[in-house]
């Protein structure tokens, strides 16, 4: 399978508790993206990076939330001391940025918290 | 927040009919996008139109652009009981160069067999 890929795929964890999600993107892509997306609603960026550079964080993003993409390849998202209303589904996606064109964005199958 | 809002927020309709669905944004656009969302599954990339295109084609879907109005509708042609899922426009500001994503809130569309 040559798409993106997101582990684990669900995760139950207790408010207060540190959850990290790993993304794979399609290898050949040079930005990756996460979203966030809760029931009912479209996702929400968080943030992006083009190789290892972490170039746009939204303001969702919150100082419990830490994403890296240490080799430009994979990433990790972190949320320290998780709070309930951190339950959603956290999507990655990836897409191939050349000379000023903007390509579609793949996304993986999503991460989805489940915070008690 | 989101920028798009999807018009219907709900479509039910018989297989072989047409569905459409209408966009709406706020600000500026690289580009826009439909995606589509089968139930608690990851979004699958649909089409890709450019903010200097009116029209673009693949298959049963066709999508216009009106940058002049800011809106967007997705046709699905023909419809079958496989197209039932979410589906969600987002558009690219044009100035991050289209680098993140604005979503609409969805139009979920039921087509009954």
């Known amino acids: 399978d040559t798409g993106v890929s997101q582990n684990p795929r669900h995760k139950i964890t207790k408010r207060g508790q540190n959850v990290t999600f790993r993304c794979d993107p399609i290898s050949e892509h040079n930005r990756l993206y996460w979203y966030r997306q809760t029931l009912g609603q479209g996702p929400e960026f968080l943030t992006y990076?083009?190789?290892?550079?972490?170039?746009?964080k939204s303001r969702l993003l919150s100082d419990r939330f830490s994403a890296e993409r240490p080799k430009g390849s994979f990433s990790t998202l972190e949320i320290q001391r998780t709070e309930q209303g951190d339950s959603a589904m956290y999507l990655c996606?990836?897409?191939?940025?050349?000379?000023?064109?903007?390509?579609?964005?793949?996304f993986g199958p999503g991460t989805r918290l489940t915070v008690l | 927040s989101q920028q798009g809002e999807e018009d219907p927020q709900a479509l039910s309709i018989q297989e072989g009919e047409n569905a459409t669905m209408n966009c709406s944004y706020k600000?500026?656009?690289?580009?826009l996008q439909w995606y589509r969302q089968n139930s608690g599954r990851g979004l699958v990339h649909l089409i890709l139109i450019r903010s200097n295109e009116r029209e673009k084609h693949s298959g049963r879907l066709r999508v216009t652009l009106d940058t002049s109005k800011k809106s967007s509708s997705l046709l699905i042609t023909a419809s079958r009981a496989a197209d039932t899922a979410s589906y969600f426009c987002?558009?690219?500001?044009?100035?991050?160069?289209?680098?993140?994503?604005?979503f609409g809130g969805g139009t979920r569309l039921m087509v009954k067999p």
């Open positions: 990076f083009q190789n290892e550079a972490q170039l746009e």
């Open positions: 996606a990836s897409s191939l940025f050349r000379s000023q064109v903007y390509n579609e964005q793949f």
């Open positions: 987002a558009t690219g500001r044009l100035q991050n160069a289209g680098n993140m994503l604005t």
């Open positions: 600000t500026s656009i690289n580009n």
